[in-house]
Nanobody, 126 residues
Framework: QVQLVESGGDLVQPGGSLRLSCAASGFTLENYAIGWFRQAPGKKREGISCISSSDGSLYYADFAKGRFTISRDNARDTVYLQMNSLNLEDTAVYYC???????????????????WGQGTQVTVSS
């Protein structure tokens, strides 16, 4: 059974950093593009970033550029999202999702991803 599990969410102060992990089980992660999404209370889920498998292409939402970095370790079947300079607006549940080989076009289109994790909570608060 294909499964994605997010971890690394926590309570952090404004300006702090977190690294989220998306681990795969039941399939080989290196054959999939992985996207990160988030959903804040009362808001629609939004795309953060995507990393392809086939050519390593990277995509970022404007709010993530310069603060968030996506990376993958295929040997560990894990994709990471390093988040720096966190602010109150980054509070949300963060999800990872898988699509075959390349990031979908457009990469933010949720329905183009096959499998989703359950999410991990990130809370930014002083």
């Amino acid at each position: 059974q294909v499964q994605l599990v997010e971890s690394g969410g926590d309570l952090v102060q404004p300006g702090g950093s977190l690294r989220l992990s998306c681990a795969a089980s039941g399939f080989t992660l290196e054959n999939y593009a992985i996207g990160w999404f988030r959903q804040a209370p009362g808001k629609k889920r939004e795309g953060i970033s995507c990393i392809s498998s086939s050519d390593g292409s990277l995509y970022y939402a404007d709010f993530a550029k310069g603060r968030f970095t996506i990376s993958r370790d295929n040997a560990r079947d894990t994709v990471y999202l390093q988040m720096n300079s966190l602010n109150l607006e980054d509070t949300a549940v963060y999800y990872c999702a898988a699509a075959p080989w390349r990031c979908p076009a457009p990469w933010r289109h949720e329905r183009l991803y096959d499998s989703w994790g359950q999410g991990t909570q990130v809370t930014v608060s002083s």
